[in-house]
């Protein structure tokens, strides 16, 4: 089976592609710019989603097509409302006619858990007008599709728009945290290989047509996230927080406006939040403060 990701050079984008790769599938990553991790097995196409005659063409003889691309970080997105606007909206409707052409057998959206909340501005207003133009899709072309909501990612191959890579970064670097809020808020992390994973396992009939909730199973304070990490570093980090500003999205549930209810997926087994985040310090100290190591332990200087 032939799929294509747009966007398959992102964070999220290029742990599906691995994903879809070694379940056997025939992957090909579409991105603005060239993917870092892509596989001899995987064919790369730089360009760009508003490029419809680029898009037609390479949707062509695909069986399915997954879209990560678009302005993906909330902050930036409320920065640049139009650029959201052309990329989010008309960029995912430009796919959407290219698939519609090539009678594609589905169609596999990446949105967010903020479509149910009044948070997350621009952000949130565009995917919830894609997932409403998806589903205009099918009611008037039979457009198959498959709606994912994204919770909290963490993992590898994040960028500092990650929160749980810019703090253990700052940490390492500055040697604090400053968080917006009193880290009363409650989140759900799920590890970027898990939400990969459940991004290959929707393909399934059972996902046809449908939103799919894909989350974390380790709800958690912000502030026990961050007394965690400081834990993990030996307690040498100060905390520190400040008044919730315009970038405080919510507090325990982003849910207030509810679209089209979706499914929660979720794996009997998944990666440990903890031994996740201690992966995460490990590879960024690395990147951060490189040492010469022994069986992953650091030497350090005499």
Known sequence: MKIIVFGGSGFLG???????????????????????????????????????SKVEEA??????????????????????????????????????????????????????????SKAGSFYRSTKQACELLIENYHEIFGLPYTILRYGSLYGPRADDKNFIHRVIKQALTEG????????????????????????VDILSEEFVNQHVILTGQQQMKIKDLLIMINEMLDNKIKIEF??????????????????KVGKRLTSRTYLDLGQGILDNIS????????LPTYDGIIIKGS
């Open 14 to 52: 290029s742990h599906v592609a691995d994903a879809l790769t070694d379940a056997g599938y025939d992957v090909t990553i579409y991105d603005i710019r060239p993917s870092p991790y892509l596989r001899n097995t995987q064919k790369g196409i730089i360009g760009d989603i508003l490029d419809s």
């Open 59 to 116: 949707v062509k003889n695909s069986d399915v097509v997954y879209n990560f691309a678009g302005l993906a970080d909330i902050n930036d997105a409320s920065q640049r409302p139009l650029e959201s606007v052309k990329y989010n909206i008309l960029g995912n409707s430009i796919i959407l006619e290219a698939c519609c052409k090539a009678q594609v057998k589905r169609f596999v959206f990446a949105s967010t858990l903020y479509v149910y």
């Open 176 to 199: 604090k945290i400053v968080r917006e809020g009193d880290g009363e808020e409650i989140r759900e992390y799920i590890h970027v290989l898990d939400a990969a994973k459940g991004s």
């Open 242 to 259: 400040l008044p919730a500003g315009k970038n405080h999205n919510y507090e325990i549930t982003p849910y207030s406006f509810a679209p």
């Open 283 to 290: 590879a960024i100290y690395r990147d951060v403060s490189p």
